[in-house]
């Protein structure tokens, strides 16, 4: 059993390459943040939505010709080996949240020195703990690194920094918890007595693993089939 705690995050990230980042509101991390628009689309739908005469673009939630062969591939190459939450907990993924508003949990990976499109940082699962999609956070570059991932750079999002750890109380559940970027909490790893400074763990508590994510580029789609689209927020055929 997975229990949540809140630590005071107020952004949202997580990371990759050795870091990574997440976005969006406090319940919802990783994926939530699938507002699938670009820092350059974001400037674009502002410029045209105020511009006479020109109606507001949208990004379609579809996949391409293009995205479709390479989230093809991607999906045979982590379904051989991550189809499962124990196939992940294996390979070093820990769950950070619990089922979440769109039906999957997140799991993250701590130990990738590398992220590319077989070696995603975070993976989400349904509540059948069977792999559903996932999320590449990379570092904050000028722009997306869309020669590394077969997606559309206006896919890319930005994700702020925060803090994620877990936790429990004797024999307890693992308990879940978050917090801005604190000075002390700005670079790994981190310590029990780092978080308790901050009053973030009950004093009798032991830590299961604590990450500093930076703000990086955030890219993430289902691998399952979504009549909303590989890069929809939400997958009716994914039942919380």
Same mark, same amino acid.
């Given at each position: 059993?997975?229990?949540?705690?809140?630590?005071?995050? *107020?952004?949202?990230?997580?990371?990759?390459?050795?870091?990574?980042?997440?976005?969006?509101?406090?319940?919802?991390?990783?994926?939530?943040?699938? +507002?699938?628009?670009?820092?350059?689309?974001?400037?674009?739908?502002?410029?045209?939505?105020?511009?006479?005469?020109?109606?507001?673009?949208?990004?379609?939630?579809?996949? !391409?010709?293009?995205?479709?062969?390479?989230? !093809?591939?991607?999906?045979?190459?982590?379904?051989?080996?991550?189809?499962?939450?124990?196939?992940?907990?294996?390979?070093?993924?820990?769950?950070? *949240?619990?089922?979440?508003?769109?039906?999957?949990?997140?799991?993250?990976?701590?130990?990738?020195?590398?992220? =590319?499109?077989?070696?995603?940082?975070?993976?989400?699962? =349904?509540?059948?703990?069977?792999?559903?999609?996932?999320?590449?956070?990379?570092?904050?570059?000028? *722009?997306?690194?869309?020669?590394?991932?077969?997606? !559309?750079?206006?896919?890319?999002?930005?994700?702020?920094?925060?803090?994620?750890?877990?936790?429990?109380?004797? !024999?307890?559940?693992?308990?879940?918890?978050?917090?801005?970027?604190?000075?002390?909490?700005?670079?790994?790893?981190?310590? +029990?007595?780092?978080?308790?400074? =901050?009053?973030?763990?009950?004093?009798?508590?032991?830590?299961?693993?604590?990450?500093?994510?930076? *703000?990086? +580029? =955030?890219?993430?789609? +289902?691998?399952?089939?979504?009549?909303?689209?590989?890069?929809?927020?939400?997958?009716?055929?994914?039942?919380?």
């Amino acid at each position: 059993m997975i229990e949540r705690v809140d630590g005071g995050l *107020t952004g949202t990230n997580l990371t990759a390459f050795p870091q990574r980042a997440v976005v969006g509101k406090v319940d919802v991390y990783v994926k939530a943040y699938r +507002w699938r628009f670009s820092t350059l689309a974001v400037a674009l739908l502002f410029a045209l939505t105020f511009a006479p005469g020109r109606a507001a673009p949208r990004i379609s939630q579809h996949a !391409s010709s293009t995205e479709r062969t390479f989230i !093809s591939a991607v999906k045979r190459n982590l379904m051989e080996r991550y189809s499962t939450t124990a196939q992940a907990t294996r390979a070093g993924y820990v769950a950070i *949240t619990g089922i979440e508003t769109d039906g999957t949990a997140v799991y993250f990976n701590p130990r990738l020195t590398r992220v =590319d499109r077989f070696h995603p940082n975070f993976l989400w699962y =349904d509540k059948g703990g069977k792999l559903a999609g996932l999320d590449y956070e990379v570092p904050r570059y000028p *722009t997306p690194p869309v020669g590394l991932f077969g997606a !559309s750079g206006e896919r890319w999002t930005t994700v702020h920094e925060h803090v994620h750890f877990n936790y429990r109380i004797g !024999s307890g559940p693992i308990r879940m918890g978050e917090s801005r970027p604190r000075p002390n909490l700005r670079r790994n790893p981190i310590t +029990w007595a780092e978080l308790r400074a =901050d009053h973030l763990l009950p004093a009798n508590s032991t830590l299961v693993w604590a990450y500093h994510h930076p *703000t990086n +580029w =955030d890219l993430g789609f +289902w691998l399952v089939p979504n009549p909303n689209g590989a890069f929809a927020n939400m997958n009716p055929k994914v039942r919380k």
